[in-house]
């Protein structure tokens, strides 16, 4: 993949985003882009997803195949470990646009956490909501995150939106870090290890359907079990609001039961110096031609117009906000 920052030598990308912003002009004096249009312009434009296996992925390569469909910019979408090392990513120019949890973009822009300081990244618009999914094998003897300790437990891939939630789910139920046999593995190899027994259990959050668990319930059927983590719900709020009660639905992986879980939204980043134009016209592929992203995945049904601004503490990009305050007239 030809990142952004390959493309400085011949130009930076944000020239040619500012250069297309101002029909061709050879300066730009406005940081934000051209504030009146929502013409994306031309350009290379590169999307951080996540796990192969996970519907970040999915989503961003529909994504960045709508860009480049309807647009004069070229996209491209790349596997990467997800939220945190996306958001990381994205500030360094590596990428232009970023999928994250809420709770890791909002540490984000707080300089909090995983971030020393505060990160210049901005919200293209809430989309759809990624569900914690906590399995064990049945065998395990694990029945609540408290019957982690001494377990072998998959905490998601390093820098991963994950495995911020897997510490933070630990410590709500009165465990350290140092209690869990935590392993720091992509899904593909957390399912791999669920099923020849050298993983106890996992935690992922992820969109519905996430194509490994289907996998690993095909696989295993009743040798593994969801886990009701709720009753950890009001110390994650204690953490972060952001977490919301959910449910995943029994039909999702053939269930015999909806299994009452923790929900966080996702957001779309951008950096606060995307051109306002750019921002603008991509706000408005995501939330106008939603259609395009469900024929790649279900999850993007709830990718949701009026829900778009609601990303608070992470602001919304000024071309966004455009975006949105004309597609709800």
Known sequence: MRHTRTLLAAGALTASFALAACGGQQENDQAGGDTDSCDAGSGRIAIATGNSTGVYYVVGGGLAKLISDETDLKATAAETGASVQNVQQLVAGDYDLAFSLAD???????????FTEKQEVSSIGRIYPNYTQVVVRADSGIT?????????ISTGSPKSGTEVIAQRLIEAAGLSQDDVSAQ??????TVDGMKDGSIDGLVWSGGLPTPAITDLFTSMGDKVTFLDITPELPALQEINPVYEEGSIPAATYELDADVPTVVVPNVLLARNDMPDNVACALTTLVFEDTDALVSVHPAAKDIRLEDAEDSDPIPLHPGSQRAIDDLKE
């Open 104 to 114: 890791t973009a909002a540490d984000a822009v707080e300089g909090t956490e995983s």
């Open 144 to 152: 609540s995150i408290a019957d982690f300790k001494g377990k072998r």
């Open 184 to 189: 720091r593995l992509d899904l593909t190899k």
